[in-house]
């Protein structure tokens, strides 16, 4: 089902002239134990231009890591969707900013039991994108997800991909 859901957002993303991009990404996650995790993850942009320098875009991505302190295996997947703000530098590259909402989906496995804690709320973050060519930007960008008390207080990331113009 979501990956039919998917396959219908990209479609029609690319028939109204957005983007896609896909980022490889280092996860920061903060937790009650006063532990950070660093999970790798990946994670799938869609975007599409709604003014001159103002796009709307959301996110869906997520990580893992095993053997952490208290768990055999914690996972986050998370979800935002973000107004997305440029400032040209130069020709070819622009600085951005961007702000919205998330929701981040943790789950821990602990003698093959699995517990789960979801948290949402504002999101932002910045970053830049580098032109390749007409249809390929590179970006890289910090995006804090979700910071709230509990079990695990905050999900950020650092991003680094690339965007397919249609």
């Given at each position: 089902m979501l990956t039919l859901l998917a396959g219908l957002a990209v479609s029609g993303v690319a028939q109204a002239g957005g983007y896609i991009g896909?980022?490889?990404?280092?996860?920061?996650?903060?937790?009650?134990?006063?532990?950070?995790?660093?999970?790798?993850?990946?994670?799938?942009?869609?975007?599409?231009?709604?003014a001159p320098m103002l796009d709307v875009e959301l996110h869906l991505g997520g990580g893992s890591e095993s053997q952490t302190t208290a768990a055999d295996r914690l996972t986050a997947v998370y979800m935002g969707a973000f107004v997305k703000g440029y400032l040209p530098v130069g020709r070819h590259s622009a600085f951005y900013v961007l702000g919205g909402l998330s929701a981040v989906d943790y789950t821990q496995t602990i003698d093959r039991r699995d517990f789960s804690d979801e948290r949402s709320g504002f999101s932002y973050g910045f970053g830049l994108e580098t032109?390749?060519?007409?249809?390929?930007d590179l970006s890289a960008d910090y995006v804090r997800y979700v910071s709230d008390d509990g079990p695990f207080s905050e999900l950020s990331s650092v991003s680094l991909g690339v965007k397919l113009y249609f």
């Open positions: 896909l980022d490889g990404s280092s996860l920061n996650i903060e937790s009650d134990l006063d532990d950070e995790l660093n999970p790798g993850g990946i994670r799938l942009r869609l975007g599409m231009p709604v032109e390749l060519s007409r249809r390929l």
